[in-house]
């Protein structure tokens, strides 16, 4: 289980996160939805240690520790000089995991034929795809996956829900996905954690039919966040 | 530590902006020898020597410079950044890698370049350009490998604290031009030992011609040998901090 209490970070006098108060379970997944800069990609960076944010995000009550999260923020990077099944085995270096199933990771999102393609060589899907199977190498406890389906034509998302449902979801595991688009999340998740201007401003169990979910969802973009709380 | 130097090494596979980088850091003989073999003059060792050792003065700071900033733009430029930091590793001892393996890859291209500078004395020597004894070659060999002991860490820690703060490599190779030159103007100054390449520079001539050598020589010893020392874990401090500083938002 993972805790978020009292999650602030400010830079200036620009909040970008405020008051985050969040359990997540195993199990399941979560959709973290918002307009563009509510603070969704801050919040996974957060989770990873990567903003000096001050309150505590707990693993089972432990300090949390990156190694416990796949994860794929804002773009999937790799060096693209080397091939996609040489980039897994860096991670795998890395993560200091030994004889690590490249084989099931890369077959896994459909990449094993691509294996010794560069990185810069792969297309835009193959990209994501290869940051997915980056992300959920090691058997990680949680994922965290900052808008994936980005830049993919329809048939790429219909491929990343289905990986994500699936094949990735387990009782071991939470999985966090943000986006901006409520269609894409809502196929995805059992759950939607609403953020905007850095505050979690609703959390709703994914059982709203998609036209309610989109009423509910113009109600928070148009409200002021006290409305919406 | 060793496990994070491997996966440096690795990720440098088919990157040939390094071999790039090796062909300019052979310049200073491969231009020497050219003028050697095609002006029809004959030359001493410590002539041919004090020829390449003044471009390898002024360029080589450069090279380790891009050397240095190429390492860490690979993370920067491919935006690899985030997720070398979020594999649990201290950032001091991730940018302590990076900084090692530069200095090794500089400590082979100087190796490179005396090896090859030899084998252009060998090839002078049998046309009978060039007479050289072993004595005279190792002296060079001495100097040569303390000056490169003294410009390598220094300039590595320098330039990554460059490549850090501006996340440019063309800032960074410029500032390496800069560096470079600037340092040279001490060469000549009899307190020019405090700075640590034009140290250098001095330390490996006075191997071939000691007459070379400051008027205090003591002084000068002991004081670039200080002072070199001190800027190299001054910059190496400053360069970790910077680089293990926790931003409010790392991108």
């Known amino acids: 289980m993972l805790r978020i209490n009292n999650v602030n970070l400010n830079a200036g006098n620009a909040v970008l996160l405020h008051n985050i108060n969040v359990t997540l379970e195993l199990g399941k997944i979560y959709g973290v939805l918002g307009p563009n800069g509510a603070g969704k990609t801050t919040l996974f960076k957060s989770i990873l240690g990567l903003t000096d944010y001050t309150g505590e995000i707990l693993s089972d009550n432990q300090p949390v520790s990156s190694r416990l999260f796949g994860s794929l923020i804002e773009y999937p990077a790799f060096y693209p000089k080397l091939t996609a099944e040489e980039n897994l085995r860096l991670h795998a270096r890395y993560l200091k995991i030994n004889n690590p199933d490249l084989k099931t990771a890369l077959e896994q999102v459909n990449l094993w034929e691509a294996r010794n393609k560069l990185f810069s060589q792969l297309s835009l ?18 994922l965290l996956l900052d808008e994936p389906t980005n830049g993919l034509d329809p048939m790429g998302i219909k491929e990343i829900r289905l990986l994500l449902k699936e094949r990735l979801k387990s009782r071991e595991r939470c999985i966090l996905v943000s986006s901006h688009n409520l269609t894409e999340i809502a196929a995805i998740t059992d759950c939607l954690i609403f953020i905007k201007n850095g505050r979690i401003v609703k959390i709703l169990e994914n059982s709203y039919s998609e036209q309610e979910l989109e009423i509910i969802y113009e109600k928070i973009i148009t409200s002021r966040e006290e409305d919406a709380q | 530590m060793i496990v994070l130097m491997k996966n440096e090494f ?19 003989v491969l231009t020497g020898g050219a003028g050697a073999i095609f002006n029809d003059i004959t030359k001493t060792l410590s002539d041919l020597f004090f020829f390449m050792n003044n471009q390898f003065a002024m360029f080589f700071p450069m090279v380790l410079f891009i050397l240095v900033g190429l390492l860490f733009y690979q993370e920067y430029k491919n935006k690899t950044y985030i997720n070398w930091i979020t594999y649990g590793y201290p950032k001091h001892k991730l940018f302590l890698t990076k900084v090692l393996v530069a200095l090794f890859i500089g ?34 060999a001495i100097g040569f ?36 030159f600037v340092s040279c103007f001490f060469i000549g100054s009899e307190i020019g030992f405090i700075v640590p390449n034009g140290f250098a520079y001095r330390v490996a001539i006075y191997f071939s011609d000691q007459s ?4 205090a020589p ?28 926790k931003k409010k938002v790392e991108s």
């Open chain 1, 125 to 142: 899907g193959m990209r994501q795809r290869l940051g997915i199977a980056r992300a959920f190498l090691g058997n990680v406890k949680y």
């Open chain 2, 10 to 28: 690795y990720k440098q596979k088919r990157e040939w902006s390094f071999l790039f980088l090796l062909l300019l850091s052979l310049l200073p």
């Open chain 2, 107 to 140: 400590i082979l291209f100087a190796m490179l370049l005396l090896l090859l500078f030899f084998c252009l004395i060998g090839g002078l020597g049998i046309t009978g350009k060039v007479t050289a004894d072993i004595s005279g070659l190792l002296a060079i």
């Open chain 2, 145 to 180: 490998l303390l000056e490169a002991a003294i410009i390598i860490p220094v300039t590595v820690c320098a330039g990554a604290i460059i490549i850090n703060l501006s996340r440019n490599i063309i800032i960074t190779s410029v500032t390496g031009v800069i560096y470079g």
């Open chain 2, 212 to 215: 070379s050598y400051y008027d």
């Open chain 2, 218 to 245: 003591v002084r000068a010893t002991i004081g670039g040998s200080a002072a070199s020392l001190f800027a190299f874990i001054i910059l190496l401090a400053v360069g970790a901090g910077l680089f293990a500083h």
